[in-house]
Nanobody, 124 residues
Framework: QVQLVESGGGLVQAGGSLRLSCAPS????????VGWFRQAPGKEREFVSA????????DYADSVKGRFTISRDNAKNTVYLQMNSLKPEDTAVYYC?????????????????WGQGTQVTVSS
């Protein structure tokens, strides 16, 4: 069992930045493809970004491309989501997830483990 812990959420004004972190307890992240999803009130959970376990590929939803950057620090066993130029429509609970797939996974059913989520609120 892999437990994921997200941190870094908060309240920020439009145009601001936040960096989310995700770290597993008891396992090394290099064994997993890691994804970020988000869910706004009244909406379905949606894919945001993913970073493959090999480190060779990343992927982004069109809505965040050019503004968000996913990265890994294997020494710290942590995956980050740097979010710049935030918009009010980015407001959501952000979830980190881990998959044993070697490829980018854009659907939530492809992930085996999930964190509890961290709230990101962007004010206009």
């Amino acid at each position: 069992q892999v437990q994921l812990v997200e941190s870094g959420g908060g309240l920020v004004q439009a145009g601001g930045s936040l960096r989310l972190s995700c770290a597993p307890s008891g396992r090394t992240f290099t064994r997993y493809t890691v994804g970020w999803f988000r869910q706004a009130p009244g909406k379905e959970r949606e894919f945001v970004s993913a970073h493959t376990r090999s480190g060779g590929s990343t992927d982004y939803a069109d809505s965040v491309k050019g503004r968000f950057t996913i990265s890994r620090d294997n020494a710290k066993n942590t995956v980050y989501l740097q979010m710049n130029s935030l918009k009010p429509e980015d407001t959501a609970v952000y979830y980190c997830a881990a998959s044993t797939s070697y490829n980018v996974v854009r659907v939530s059913v492809g992930y085996d483990y999930w964190g509890q989520g961290t709230q990101v609120t962007v004010s206009s």
